[in-house]
């Protein structure tokens, strides 16, 4: 019985691996719909303007980890943190309605195959019961990432996610060409996705672009090289942010000429220790229980952090 | 009924070949090399290699949005295509080793043997995998070449080093042909392809890339702040 269950758990992660590329190459190939023209050709609309919103001098977009199933359903201590993370930066439009797993931006509860499923695990997890269960919202998403950070796929992966950002921050106000900064914060495989995203980002929007990560996991991707900076935080008790430079020998020192190592060298990334914080469980980046001497939480020390390096670019000021 | 026994049989022998040939086992050379009738089954392993490794590396037809229909075509095309490299790759072992190194087998043998050397590529799907298919592809097709220079070595029962020689030279003599005197024959099946497929199958990831976001990944942005 432990056997078949073995031998069935690894059979399923094996097709869900072999299929995870699939939607991004579908949706590209244009199989998921009509034979559209090819995406590039169609410009996310930047006419559309929130007037409410325009007077923004930044533009800070979310992008979640990988425990979220849709925009809105993600961990409620990310959301706590989110409206946290809110009132703190004045001047500065937050964008938190990208789902940053799919390249069209829907849900896995939206209409797909197995939105019902997606939907039953969504269940368990605000019912905070069979946690093992609810891990597999992790590897569906964990899958993305890789999808993300390899050089086959990653382009039209990246690209799928800078338009359905593109598109949010349009609708958020943002007025394309006008030079405004746009920072990407992502958290944990959010990380990847804001730096894979970012080389078109750019040029879809003329933007200046800045990534904060948190935890993340990143592979040597292009980008790195063409946004402003990238602020990569982590954790003292955090094993998995360091995943992305054991796995991605594009990270590793003796690549001296990759992408990541030539950033590196120019000093567009910044490493910043945040103390004693876990990647998940107690104690993490988002977590409220106390974990230093002097009474912080894991969600208080980064969201100074977050906040600092924000200031200190100059993003927070309300003058435009 | 007896169709269908006779099928499941076919394909038993179809795995038991792949199993044996990616362990390098010399019991599958030896009837490899007695049993001529031995040649559907690896014409069987090679169909399948050729169509699983494209399945792997689909990425490629994605890219140039070839339509449902026209990619299962292409898939089974490109069995048909990998047959034929390489029984032309198994001609050139035989040449070379006749002519150079005075080693006498029977060209259909090695024909056979080097189509063992397809095997791994059965698990060819596998390089689909995110991240790991990359890895996974290299690994494949350092077995398959392992598994073609024992084979060879184990006919002609030469040494590892006249084998690889032999093995190498053959496929480096493919490549000079097929960028001089070849040339007609890649454009026409370059044409088939491009036929089967409804595109032209030259637009690569890279080149997407390029075009999107410009060959100088370190220009900076177009603006710097406000």
Known sequence: MIGFLITGTIALLLISALVAPLESLGWWAGWLGEHDPLPIEQAPDVTALDEAASDANHYLVYLSGIGAITDESIPSEELDWINMLHKRIPGTTLVADVFPYSVTNLGLTSNRLFAGLWRWLEHLRIQNTAEILTFVINIRNLLQVAVSADHRYGPIYNLGVAREIARSLVAHGYRSGSGTPITLLGWSGGGQIALGASSFLIGMLQAPVRIISIGGVMADDPGVLRIEHLYHFYGDKDPVHGLGGKLFPGRWSLMRQSDWNRALARGRITFTSLGPIAHNGPGNYFGTEVITEDGRCGAEITLNAVVNVLAQAGLLSTDR | ?226
Do not use: C
């Open chain 2, 1 to 226: 009924m007896e169709t269908i026994d006779s099928l499941f049989q076919f394909l038993g022998y179809v795995w038991n070949g792949i199993g044996a040939a990616m362990w390098l086992n010399p019991r599958v050379f030896e009837m490899v090399e007695a049993y001529p009738r031995s040649r559907w089954v690896i014409l069987a392993i090679v169909l399948l290699g050729g169509t699983s490794l494209l399945l792997g590396q689909s990425v490629i037809l994605f890219v140039n949005r070839v339509r449902p229909g026209r990619f299962v075509l292409s898939l089974m095309l490109n069995g048909l295509i990998f047959a034929v490299d390489l029984i032309i790759w198994a001609g050139a072992i035989w040449g070379i080793a006749h002519l150079v190194f005075d080693l006498q087998a029977s060209l259909t043998v090695i024909v056979r043997m080097v189509g063992l050397g397809a095997a791994p590529y059965t698990f060819g799907f596998l390089v689909l995998l995110p991240y790991a298919g990359n890895f996974i592809g290299r690994a494949l097709a350092v077995w398959s070449f392992l598994i073609v220079l024992n084979s060879i070595a184990f006919v002609y029962e030469t040494g590892f080093w006249t084998a690889l020689m032999t093995v190498g030279t053959g496929w480096a003599l493919i490549m000079i042909l097929s960028a001089t005197v070849g040339k007609p024959v890649v454009a026409i099946r370059n044409q088939i392809w491009h036929r089967v497929a409804g595109s032209q199958i030259d637009i690569r990831v890279q080149d997407l890339l390029e075009a999107l976001i410009g060959e100088q990944a370190d220009v900076p942005p177009v603006r710097k702040g406000r």
